[in-house]
């Protein structure tokens, strides 16, 4: 009986507690909308079992090595670029790597640290709410951005991590504040339906993922701060 409990137990992914006012009136609307109409009833009953899965909180197996970076979010890498950072992040205004992962509606929603370190600051920035996917977004759109400083064997070497909001969310919500360390993959905030993350790292870093490329938040290496080997990507 105790294995059939654990089983069950991994079978079933754990939900984040942000999920759970949504997922109460989900019930409630249920209810009330079946109580007229069986049709309807069972329309918000599929969509409160989707806000239960968008809400999913699994964990996670964060590989551990100097220099290595994490993806932040479950999505699909759809910008790698060599820009100048926010502004509001404070970082020297000289060109960085950009990676950039968009979370569509049926991602995990649930950010993770991308590398081990001490949060500089945090900075919040209202905006638009446009396309998450576009480049200008990370310009225009609403956001959350920090600094990480983070220990490397080369010395301290500082990155800037952006939540974005896209066209369907419309929060942003951070579980961190300025002077707290967290380890490579712990969870640091979420964004509701729909969204990106970036990360800002010094230029020159070695990127080690592909435009496309699907990301697992806390497990996907999307760059090596230490060099790392080359690679090379092809669609089949």
Not at 29 to 34: D, E, F, K, W
Request: net charge neutral; aromatic share 10%; hydrophobic share 45%.
């Amino acid at each position: 009986m105790t294995d059939l409990f654990e089983t069950i137990r991994r079978v079933l992914v754990p939900i984040h507690k942000e999920g759970y006012p949504f997922i109460l009136i989900g019930i409630v609307l249920t209810v009330l909308a079946g109580y007229f109409s069986q049709f309807f009833g069972w329309i918000f009953l599929i969509l409160t079992l989707w806000v239960c899965y968008f809400f999913r909180d699994p964990e996670r197996v964060v590989p551990v090595g100097d220099g290595l970076v994490v993806s932040p979010a479950d999505g699909r890498v759809n910008l790698i670029s060599t820009v100048l950072p926010p502004p509001e992040l404070d970082l020297p205004p000289e060109p960085m790597t950009r990676v950039s992962v968009f979370m569509n509606v049926f991602d995990c929603h649930v950010n993770r640290m991308p590398v081990a370190g001490r949060i500089g600051q945090v900075h919040y920035t209202p905006g638009l709410f446009l396309n998450a996917e576009l480049d200008k977004a990370s310009e225009d759109n609403e956001r959350n951005g920090m600094v990480v400083e983070t220990a490397q064997s080369t010395g301290p070497v500082r990155i800037g991590v952006v939540q974005i909001a896209g066209l369907v969310a419309r929060r942003i919500v951070g579980f961190v504040g300025a002077g707290e360390t967290l380890a490579a993959g712990e969870r640091f905030g979420l964004i509701r339906f729909g969204s990106r993350v970036d990360v800002y790292l010094p230029a020159g870093t070695r990127v080690l993922v592909g435009l496309g490329q699907k990301a697992v938040a806390g497990e996907t290496v999307l760059a090596d701060l230490g060099g790392g080997p080359e690679r090379s990507f092809r669609r089949i």
